[in-house]
């Protein structure tokens, strides 16, 4: 995935920091596709190999490759910048 054209968020639905990022792309019009780690083992073993082996979500991954695990939602906002102006 790295080097994606995309935001891509790998998430679950129960998972409360996943629906916090979900709302702020949403409230942000960024447009991102969701991938769902509880019922997909491929994608939750590509999350975790993302995250460099840690298990938290959401793991996003930014156009040109930049993974964040677990971002605040400010973290998020600099880091979107950052990607999407690049």
Known sequence: ???TAEIVM???DWC?????????FKRNEVPYTA???EHD?????QAIELA???QNIPVVVL???????????????????KALTA
């Open 1 to 3: 995935m790295t080097g």
């Open 10 to 12: 790998y998430g679950a």
């Open 16 to 24: 409360g920091d996943c629906r916090r990022a979900k709302a702020w």
């Open 35 to 37: 991938i769902d780690v």
């Open 41 to 45: 083992d491929q994608a939750r073993d």
């Open 52 to 54: 460099g082996g840690r």
């Open 63 to 81: 156009p040109g490759g930049v993974v964040l695990v677990e971002p605040s939602d400010t973290q998020l906002a600099e880091a979107v910048e």
